[in-house]
């Protein structure tokens, strides 16, 4: 396995909707790539575009937390979310947007479709912190941020921040909004 870059704020590939996947040839070991670089990084989720890959397959693993019901990491490829029901509020943050968190409103409860490493499909639903990452995982295959949903004056307090991870990859100091 080996560690990937993970991409930041300002990188284009972040703001495109990606591919299916097609070729399942060699995602295994993209997956393990994935999943020991999102353990590195203290992640519980990861887009494939986050590490610059054009493809609609991303990676959680929620299982070393407490109160979660996921005792191992999970893959989604080719996901769709097909249904939403609730709402709930909670704190959110991002590989790719370090030292920035917000609290955002989100669906509760997600019912989605989605392929295995077998190509197999499978439809499931995920409520709590695996439906939050979920959400904001495609969300990143969608070329959406946690940072989008935010009203238009806390968008104007990060601009700095986000325009500072653009160009060096860190904000100058941590923003919780």
């Given amino acids: 396995m080996a560690l990937l870059s993970i991409v930041k704020y300002g990188d284009p590939i972040l703001r495109k909707k990606v591919k299916p996947v097609t070729d399942f040839t060699n995602l295994e070991k993209l997956v393990n790539d994935m999943l020991e670089t999102m353990s590195h990084e203290d992640g519980i989720g990861l887009a494939a575009n986050q590490v610059g890959k054009d493809m609609n397959l991303m990676v959680l693993d929620v299982s070393?937390?407490?109160?979660?019901?996921?005792?191992?990491?999970?893959?989604?490829?080719?996901?769709?979310?097909?249904?939403?029901?609730?709402?709930?509020?909670?704190?959110?943050?991002?590989?790719s947007i370090p030292d920035i968190r917000a609290e955002i409103t989100r669906p509760e409860k997600i019912t989605i479709s989605y392929q295995d490493l077998n190509r197999e499909m499978h439809t499931k639903q995920f409520t709590g912190l695996s439906s939050r990452v979920l959400q904001h995982e495609f969300d990143h295959l969608e070329g959406k941020f946690f940072t989008d949903y935010l009203a238009t004056a806390k968008k104007l307090i990060i601009q700095k921040r986000l325009k500072e991870i653009s160009e060096t990859g860190f904000p100058s100091v941590s923003v919780t909004l």
């Fill in 64 to 95: 070393h937390l407490e109160d979660e019901t996921d005792t191992e990491p999970r893959i989604f490829v080719n996901i769709k979310i097909v249904e939403t029901d609730g709402e709930i509020m909670m704190e959110e943050g991002c590989l």
